[in-house]
């Protein structure tokens, strides 16, 4: 029965840091945060034994990651060509892995067919894969932010119950 006091004390003191402590004052005055949730950004994706490649029209290009498929290591100093349709282009080496070709022929919406051509010092492949952009770019999902004086809020209601049920459980004790 006396480890109960001690139980509550070591929770009211270690649930600050269990909630998730604020930094400042804990309190606001303006209207709940929201923070961006992700959204999907075009691509396209293929596979083969030897490769695994992603391509992403970033900025006016069309970026591609290229990696093996067994060890997921970037794939450097390989010869990338990229089809589709009457467009035609020679990729360019930005850093290791990462390839891009100018992408003005990805601009307009639809589905873009991809034929892209892989060559290395000791491996060849050939890898398909489709490129759908959809219209106009749809308004970013907004997530509201759970206040902080709602964990508070909780943790106090909380421990308010449990100090509650300890002393019903000493007082029918004393009188039994």
């Known amino acids: 029965m006396k480890r109960i006091p001690v139980m509550l004390l ?3 003191v270690a649930l600050p840091a269990w909630a998730g ?8 005055h303006g209207p709940a945060e929201t923070v961006p949730m992700m959204v999907d950004t075009p691509r396209a994706t293929a596979q083969s034994e030897d490769f695994e490649l992603v ?8 970026r591609v990651y290229l990696d093996r498929y067994d ?17 035609r282009a020679v990729a360019r080496e930005a850093e290791p892995g990462v390839y891009t070709v100018p992408g003005d022929a990805f601009a307009a919406p639809g589905q873009y067919p991809l034929s892209i051509t892989i ?7 050939l890898l398909a894969a489709t490129l759908e ?3 106009a770019a749809a308004p970013v999902a907004t997530a509201t932010v ?8 909780g943790a106090g209601g909380l421990f308010a119950g449990i ?7 000493r007082q029918r004790g004393a009188t039994a």
């Open 133 to 135: 952009l959809g219209g």
């Open 163 to 169: 100090a509650a049920w300890a002393l019903r459980k």
């Open 10 to 12: 070591a929770t009211s």
């Open 119 to 125: 060559e290395t010092g000791t491996t060849a492949d």
């Open 55 to 62: 391509a992403v029209p970033v900025a006016g290009e069309l």
């Open 146 to 153: 759970f206040p902080q004086w709602a964990a508070w809020a």
């Open 71 to 87: 060890t997921n290591a970037p794939v450097a100093g390989a010869r990338i060509e990229v089809e589709s349709g009457a467009f």
């Open 21 to 28: 402590g604020d930094p400042s004052d804990g309190h606001t």
